[in-house]
C-alpha cells in the first residue's frame, strides 16, 4: 500500500507515455528464465548479453566476476542495465547456490558435449542459461553442476559463435517457447509494482530532492 502511495505521487513527475509504456513493457517481463554469465574477458561481450536480456524481457542476469572483477560496459549495454537487475557473485558457487534456492534449473550453454539442441530443449521450470568464456567456455564446476546442456545446431567450420551473439539466438528462441505454453512466466503484481516505482525513480532528475519532499 505504502509503495502505492509512494508510485502515485512519483508518477506526477513523469510523463503518461513513459508511465503506460513501462506498464506495458513489465506485461511481457519475466524472471522464469535468467542468465548467468561466467567470467567472460571482454567486456563488451558481457554488456551485450545484458542488453540482450533487456531486449527479449529478462528481468534478471547474473554476472561471476571471480577472475576479471566487474567487466560491464555501459556504453555497449546502452542503459540496458537500468532496467534489468544485474546481479554480481564473486565465484561460480555462489552464483549457483543462490539460483538453486530460486528454484532454477542449471542449464550449461555449451558446443562441445552431448548437448540438446536448441529447438529440441524443453523449458518446463525456471531455468538458468550459463555463458562461458570466449576461448575456455564454462567451467569445469558449471559443467558438474549443471542439470542439462545446450547447444545451437551449426553447420559449418566454425565450432563456436560468439556468446553475445550466442545468447541472443538463445534468448529469442526460449522466450518465444516458453510465452506459447501455459507456464508461470509473468511477474507478479508486487514484482511489477517494485520494479514500475523503480523505474519511475530512476526516470526523474530531481529524485532525491523530490522524495525528501514527499517523507516531509
Sequence with gaps: MLNQQLLDYLEEFISEERKERFIKVLEERTKFITVAIEDVFQFHNTSAVIRSCEV??????????????????KNIAMGAQKWVDVYRH??????????????YRIIATTPHNDSCYLEEFVIEDK?????GTEKEGLSAEVIREADGFLKIPMVGFT???????SAAIILQHLTSKMKK???????SDAEKLDKRLDWTKKSIRSIDD???RYYE
Design 56 to 73: 527479449f524481457g529478462l528481468q534478471t542476469a547474473h554476472v561471476i566476476e571471480s577472475r576479471f572483477g566487474k567487466r560491464l560496459d
Design 159 to 165: 565450432e563456436s559463435l560468439n556468446i553475445s551473439v
Design 127 to 131: 531455468t538458468a542459461l550459463f555463458f
Design 181 to 187: 505454453q501455459q507456464l508461470p512466466w509473468h511477474l
Design 90 to 103: 564473486g565465484n561460480t558457487q555462489s552464483c549457483i547456490s543462490d539460483l538453486r534456492k530460486q528454484g
Design 210 to 212: 523530490i522524495l525528501s
